[in-house]
DNA sequence: AGTGGAAATAAGTATTTACTTATATAAGTC
DNA sequence: GACTTATATAAGTAAATACTTATTTCCACT
């Protein structure tokens, strides 16, 4: 759906470390706060981005947060890319007009 | 190589317009300069950032100068969102972890 | 070499944003 | 209900950035 917001959530080295992390092993806020050299308001902060890129997604386990990869911002993303990817494929092969390049792929 | 720049570049609006637009239809920057609400150096500017991220590619006709996608930047943007899409789709497939989703794909 | 047009760079500015510390909310335990 | 632990929100700040206008560079043409 919004693949704006997944590229803005992913443009920030910080956050995207964050949610590479996650994508790893899911970690409540605190162990990311133990992982990274930046405050636990700052990862809540990266995790609200994310969340609302649907990039992740929380589930509650007693008085913690697990946060865990949502496939909805990435498949946006995904699609976005591969969409765009085949188009410029194509325009090469039509036109062949990208003078610097060698083989395809 | 650096889906980093890639996703740093693609976050603004405005460059992602221009990006897709060019993306449609190769253009000088006056042409682009046009086209956008925004004035001639705004838009040296970012295609500045499109081209340190291998977004697009220059071609001098004349005076003008034709910029048009490349692919090697929106190739490692591809290939990063690919692996971690596949990375997702697994760990989805091990674990079945995430709660509220329904079927696959 | 001199002129004109196209694009890049320089320099300055207002907005955005990624952080900080302080505080509030929420859930489990006694 | 009081206390502790975990996370979110509030408020403020310094750095990044997306624009602007002014100027420089570069190419074609005479």
Redesign the interface.
């Given at each position: 759906m919004s693949y704006?917001k997944a590229?803005?959530a992913?443009?920030d080295?910080t956050r995207?470390a964050l949610f590479?992390r996650i994508?790893k092993t899911?970690s409540s806020v605190g162990e990311l706060a133990d992982a990274f050299p930046i405050s636990q308001p700052a990862v809540s902060q990266h995790l609200r981005v994310l969340r609302e890129a649907d990039l992740v997604?929380v589930?509650r386990e007693g008085t913690r947060r697990i946060y865990?990869?949502?496939?909805e911002g990435?498949?946006a993303?995904?699609a976005y890319?591969?969409s765009?990817?085949s188009?410029?494929?194509s325009?090469?092969a039509d036109g062949a007009?990208?003078?610097?390049?060698g083989a395809a792929q």
């Open positions: 704006e590229l803005e992913l443009a080295p995207r590479e994508g899911p997604q589930r865990g990869v949502s496939r990435l498949g993303l995904r890319v591969e765009f990817w188009d410029v494929l325009a090469f007009s990208q003078s610097s390049e």
